[in-house]
């Protein structure tokens, strides 16, 4: 046979499978009725979303793609999400015995540009997955109502109290390179975006000291050092609505992908259950790296989030059988509001009519 031939035979091939792999995960789609949604309402659900500046919205059923509004596909930073895209790693890692949350700060050698305490240094891994660390040391991608509510160091012990800290997540980060040899966004390639078929192509870069105008970068991960702060990066993924979507049903299948246990069953588990009552009216509590609705007269069990600067969204909902993807535009100006996301919110309910 022509050696051209064949060389354009093993061409055909290579890409055939290639593109197999990249679209075997793909969510389909189905009747939003005959998953008892009411179509007309979820019209009316778009037309807010089209009026308030939203950028997309999903809502799985089943495992199933029942609403799909918006640029869906459009990686988009996902901001303090990435908490609980780290809540993955570390299930992994502890099941596999590479970690051990039992040990401290101070075992493991971490300190920071203003010194901790030895008191400090007693927290453990745990603490600082359930964020009650005790540990109120500034860090990076801290926001202004983070360093407001932020408590005085010393007046907490460890797993005294909680503070939704970014020292803890941003040390959680750093904690789980060291003990793995890897860095996070190449663990994250590895056990999660390649397995479940994401649009991810793991391209990113170390982004140092950034000023009030700067720019997002147009990659998949970066890591934001603020050196004047702390010597621990914030760690930031880009990740498209359908990203997001796929791995919201990762949790909702308990931690199985195609016939195989990715996550530990009990690992999603303790990490969802609630350690700290963050919202006693409404029923929230923090597990580890996730948001906790707790079980209440109004629902029958716990579904768990994580949001973004308070109008991103990852939601599961394992009663309902449900995950909802929220996304917003911030990579340049938006008018999308908190006051918004909860209507978005309610207006998703107000869809499922049975």
């Known amino acids: 046979m022509n050696k051209t031939i064949i060389r354009l035979i093993l061409i055909l091939t ?4 290639i593109s197999c792999h990249q679209n075997k995960n793909l969510l389909n789609n189905a009747n939003p009725t005959e998953k008892g949604f009411s179509q007309s309402k979820l019209d009316s ?3 807010y979303l089209e009026d308030t500046g939203s950028e997309a919205l999903m809502i799985l059923t089943d495992g199933k793609i029942v609403y799909d509004w ?30 051990d949350t039992t040990m401290t700060i101070g075992q493991l050698k ?37 360093l407001a509510s932020m ?31 890897k860095t996070i966004f190449d663990l994250f390639n590895q056990h999660i975006a390649r397995p479940l078929g994401m649009d991810y192509s793991n391209d990113y870069i170390t982004v140092k000291n950034p000023d009030d105008n700067w720019t997002i970068p147009n990659v998949d991960g970066f890591y934001q050092f603020e050196e004047d702060k702390s010597k621990y990066p914030a760690y930031h993924f ?6 997001l979507a796929l791995y919201g049903q990762l949790y909702l299948n308990r931690g199985e992908w ?17 350690y700290s009552i963050t919202n006693e009216d409404y029923g929230i509590g923090y597990g580890m790296l996730w948001n906790v609705l707790i079980p209440n007269e109004n629902r029958k069990s716990k579904s768990f989030f994580h949001t973004g600067v308070g109008i991103h969204m990852l939601g599961v909902y394992p009663e309902s059988n449900l995950v909802l993807i929220h996304r917003v535009d911030t990579e340049k100006e938006y008018e999308f509001h ?11 309910w107000d869809s499922k009519e049975k």
Do not use: C
């Open 70 to 99: 918006g640029n869906t596909d459009k990686k988009l930073l996902v901001h303090s999400i990435r908490k609980a895209l780290l809540n993955s790693l570390y299930g992994i890692y502890i099941e596999n015995g590479t970690i």
């Open 238 to 243: 880009r990740l498209s609505a359908k990203d």
């Open 110 to 146: 971490i300190d920071d540009i203003n010194p901790l305490t030895e008191i400090e240094k007693t927290a453990t891994i745990a603490d600082l997955l359930k964020s009650r660390s005790g540990i109120y040391h500034n860090a990076a991608a801290v926001s202004e109502g983070m």
């Open 45 to 47: 659900l778009g037309r």
């Open 14 to 17: 290579i890409t055939t499978s």
């Open 258 to 274: 195609n016939g195989k246990q990715i996550i530990p069953k009990k690992w999603i588990e303790l990490s969802t259950k609630p």
């Open 338 to 348: 908190q006051g918004n996301f909860y209507q978005m919110i309610s207006k998703v």
């Open 151 to 181: 408590p005085e160091r010393g007046i907490h012990k460890p797993n005294e109290a909680y503070y939704y800290n970014n020292w803890d997540f941003n040390t959680l980060g750093y904690i789980l390179e060291k003990q793995t040899g």
